[in-house]
């Protein structure tokens, strides 16, 4: 199918709102089983399953066309009021806390923040459920505009994912300033666990360096209880992956 004709059906969908949302566990492996859940918010094409696009392809085709910033409008208008919903049905109900990929162009708009604090307010979201992801190469792509993001929602209870860090001695001074509540170590660093390399022992001096900042760590794309050992051994806070649990509908 031609790609032009793929935009067309997705900017429709994207109006008709034919993408679905799915959660994945991150979960704690050395804190208390007490917590709070954790997800990462993944987002799904209604019609990949019938081969309309392969899974993943419709991303670069809606960053090209500029529409990733109207689909991560979706996405987080749809957690909250899946959140808004789910306690009307159960007041009690303890809502996880959501990890929203968001993209570099979404945090370069100006607008955004106030769209989330607004539908935050409507809904009544309680703190501590709404998170938000960011790349590493986003925060040194629009480091300022990243700040601004930040001071306008951690007063509301948002919590920051850095994903992708390596640990190198110029992201430090970053973390220490941006101070984000999560860091997930880069799956290059993480591959080298168990292997006695210099890589691998600098896993657990990211950790180390971490934790004295009040940063929690996150282990993804678990899918071995091999990894998992490796992951609690270095003391890495939480893990996520097909090796803990498989993505769900919300």
Not at 104 to 114: K, Q
């Amino acid at each position: 199918m031609p790609e032009q004709t793929i935009a067309a059906i997705l900017a429709a969908a994207l109006k008709q709102e034919e993408f679905v949302l799915y959660g994945q566990e991150i979960r704690p492996i050395t804190s208390s089983r007490n917590e709070k859940p954790f997800q990462e918010i993944l987002v799904r094409f209604q019609q990949e399953e019938q081969r309309l696009l392969p899974p993943g392809t419709f991303f670069p085709i809606l960053e090209e066309e500029g529409l990733i910033p109207q689909l991560d409008r979706w996405v987080v208008g749809s957690v909250i009021k899946w959140i808004h919903s789910g306690l009307a049905i159960k007041p009690e109900w303890l809502v996880p806390r959501n990890n929203i990929n968001i993209a570099p162009d979404t945090i370069g708009d100006p607008a955004f923040a106030a769209f989330i604090r607004k539908h935050v307010e409507i809904a009544r979201t309680p703190p501590d459920t709404l998170g938000f992801e960011i790349p590493w190469s986003t925060i040194v792509e629009r480091g300022q505009q990243m700040q601004e993001f930040m001071k306008q929602l951690k007063p509301i209870g948002c919590r920051f994912t850095f994903s992708g860090f390596e640990g190198y001695e110029q992201q430090v001074p970053v973390l220490k300033y941006l101070k984000p509540d999560y860091v997930k170590i880069s799956t290059r660093l993480l591959r080298t666990l168990g292997s006695g390399s210099s890589e691998s022992k600098a896993v657990a001096i990211i950790c180390q360096r971490c934790q004295s900042m009040g940063i929690a760590t996150i282990a993804e794309q678990i899918e071995s209880e091999e990894t998992l050992a490796e992951v609690k051994r270095v003391g890495i806070n939480f893990a996520q992956g097909f090796g803990i649990s498989l993505p769900h509908p919300l």
